[in-house]
């Protein structure tokens, strides 16, 4: 049987199954558009499915909505939208995308029934967003400092520009986004916070465009080092940074950022001026969250090897909280798991993901931070697939090393650290 036909009576058996239960949940309450699918759509769809966001189309009103009724209906039934892929049977997320039992069922009843409007009166008032952001109005924004020019053609190393902040006193960051100027070709873009004595990238000049070097074969690759900062990334399915109140990102005073951007070809030459928007904390917080990670850089993987593991782990210097998770590979990527072992030897599994997608870059936030004592080890493993049967792969008869460049590979387990404000971030790291 081809994967098309299995797709096929897969769809069938679970439109026949869901429809069974719709017809019987529904009674004589016919299903439509203002009273049961827009308030789905307002609080599952419409973040992205709006003008100026990652999606292609707009959900905000049943116009939009009722040409998309039977592929929102797949998208559903396959769970393939929204996307989320978490196993269910690890951890519990505040930020949960996963459609309930009930809503893919709505969805489904709705796009069997002709997708009818409903009436008018029982339209839920719209969301407000603000527009060209997901976060509140930002208080300062840091755009690249000039217009970077796309060619139509080619590969495009990684660019950076270090972009000084100004700030004459400490900030703290609440919340913070970056916005893509040119979605098509921006295939990701992030922030790092680059602290003032910080010998990162030294002798860089401000404002002006280079390709960083690349790290040389003993070089030991890691993406966690202090004190450079993880400040906010952009990819597609990574929300912004949205932090609760008294918890902030610290910008300290005479810092830089550092941003970093890549580009991707489409055959049409354009010009992009991405940017960075921050909102600070009306007052100072109580806890402080830091980005880090447990990354393997040294791993390489096989021509063929379908199912090829790597680990990485993180051990910390001092008690903490865990508050989320965010696994990172490209194409080969097939699995991702986070554990915690504790100094106990207790292990506990935290996130698995069974079925990686390297299109959508999802952070999964506990529902509970998770406290963390001194000496537990934050470990994640990961597996790669360099075989011809997966449809990402650039080339399967190649040897996989990590690299920047899609065609390459990455192990990255990032996670967001909360601790006491006043505490040196240095005393996260095992002191050597």
């Known amino acids: ?41 307002q609080k599952n769809c419409q973040g992205c499915h709006r003008p100026g966001e990652a999606a292609p189309f707009s959900l905000l009103t049943y116009e939009q909505a009722r040409p998309w009724a039977k592929a929102m209906k797949e998208a559903v039934l396959l769970k393939k939208m929204p996307p989320w892929f978490a196993d269910a049977h690890y951890g519990r997320f505040s930020n949960d995308r996963a459609l309930s039992q009930k809503e893919i069922d709505t969805i489904t009843a709705w796009a069997d029934a002709g997708a009818p409007q409903g009436d008018p009166k029982d339209m839920p008032p719209p969301e407000n967003f603000v527009e060209g952001w997901s976060i509140p109005k930002p208080d300062v924004v840091f755009e690249f400092p000039r217009a970077f020019e796309i060619p139509a053609t080619g590969t495009i190393e990684y660019q950076k520009v270090v972009v000084p902040t100004g700030f004459a006193e400490d900030k703290w960051v609440q919340f913070a986004e970056a916005r893509p100027d040119d979605r098509a070709r921006v295939h990701h873009m992030i922030a790092f ?9 030294k002798g860089a000049e401000p404002g002006v465009f280079f390709v960083a070097p690349k790290p040389k074969d003993d070089d030991t690759v890691d993406t966690s080092a202090l004190p450079s900062d993880f400040l906010v990334g952009y990819a597609p399915g990574q929300p912004p940074e949205m932090l609760p109140a008294r918890q902030a990102k610290l910008i300290k005073a005479g810092s830089d950022l550092v941003l970093e951007i890549h580009y991707t070809t489409n055959g049409t030459a354009s010009r992009d001026r991405s940017k960075f928007g921050l909102v600070f904390a009306k007052q100072p917080p109580s806890e402080r969250v830091l980005t880090l990670s447990a990354t393997n850089g040294k791993f390489r993987i096989p021509p063929g090897e379908p199912s090829y593991r790597v680990d990485a782990e993180f051990e910390l210097g001092t008690t903490v909280k865990l508050a989320s998770l965010h696994p990172h590979m490209h194409g080969r990527g097939k699995d991702f798991e986070y554990r915690v072992v504790y100094p106990t030897g207790e292990t506990e599994t935290l996130l698995r993901v069974p079925r990686y997608d390297w299109h959508w870059q999802l952070w999964y936030t506990l529902a509970t931070p998770l ?10 493993t990961a597996h790669f697939d360099n075989s011809p049967n997966n449809p990402d792969n650039a080339d399967p008869t190649k040897e996989v090393v990590w690299g920047d460049q899609s065609w390459d590979e990455m192990m990255v387990g990032f996670f967001n650290l909360v601790f006491d ?7 996260l790291l095992v002191k050597q």
């Open 1 to 41: 049987m081809t994967s098309t036909s299995r797709r096929a009576l897969l769809l069938s058996s679970v439109s026949f199954a869901w429809g069974l239960f719709a017809a019987e949940t529904a009674g004589d309450r016919a299903v439509t558009y203002t009273r049961d699918v827009a308030p789905v759509l």
């Open 193 to 201: 916070v680059r602290e003032p004595g910080s010998n990162w990238l």
């Open 421 to 427: 404000a006043k505490m040196p971030a240095k005393e």
């Open 371 to 380: 406290v963390l004592p001194k000496g537990t080890k934050i470990e994640c």
